[in-house]
Structure formats: C-alpha cells, structure tokens
C-alpha cells in the first residue's frame, strides 16, 4: 500500500472509532426537559425516568431534610408542582 492509502485508512478507523465511543457514551442518558405545565399530561409516559422540570420555586416551599435531601415546589404561572431533589443542590438553585 502507497503512504496516502494508509494515512486515509488510519484516519478513517479513527473517526470510525471516535463516532461510535460518542454515541455509546449518549444513549440511554437522555433526559426529558418539561416545563410546570406540561408535566401532568406526560407524568404516565415518563414514570421512572429522569426529567429535568424548567420553572421557578415558590418563595418559602424550600425544606431541607438534611444536606442531601430537600423538598420545594416548582411554579410557572398559576401552577406549580412538588419536587423531591436528593443529592447535593446544583449551583442553579441558589
């Protein structure tokens, strides 16, 4: 085999392997983004996974039950709906 032939092939295999480790490392880490309002309609179809809820938490619902453990409800609008966070807080909620 010429050089070219064999720098094509290597970088071929390497973009091959690259490819397939990025998307071995995202399946099945996928997680739902639902807003307040749309949580209920969907709360059957995502029982026992992951979702990320997008809203703002009611001024004087939060409960720490210890460090790693707090309760508090989230709202957007006239609805809101309770959380149960268990690890430690991200920056965000801050």
């Keep these: 085999m010429n050089q070219k032939l064999k720098v094509t092939v290597g970088i071929l295999v390497i973009v091959v392997a690259l490819g397939y480790w990025v ?3 995202v399946a099945g880490n996928e997680v739902y983004y639902l807003t307040v309002s749309e949580l209920p309609a969907r ?3 995502l029982t ?3 979702v990320k809820i997008g809203g703002i ?3 004087g619902s939060i409960h ?3 460090p790693l453990n707090v309760e508090f409800l989230l709202a957007q609008g006239e609805e809101a709906v309770s959380v149960k966070y268990e690890g430690a807080t991200p920056d965000m909620f801050k």
Aim: no cysteine; glycine share 14%; proline share 0%.
């Design 43 to 45: 709360k059957a179809d």
């Design 57 to 59: 938490v009611k001024t």
């Design 64 to 66: 720490f039950l210890n």
């Design 23 to 25: 998307v071995q490392g």
């Design 48 to 50: 026992g996974q992951r």
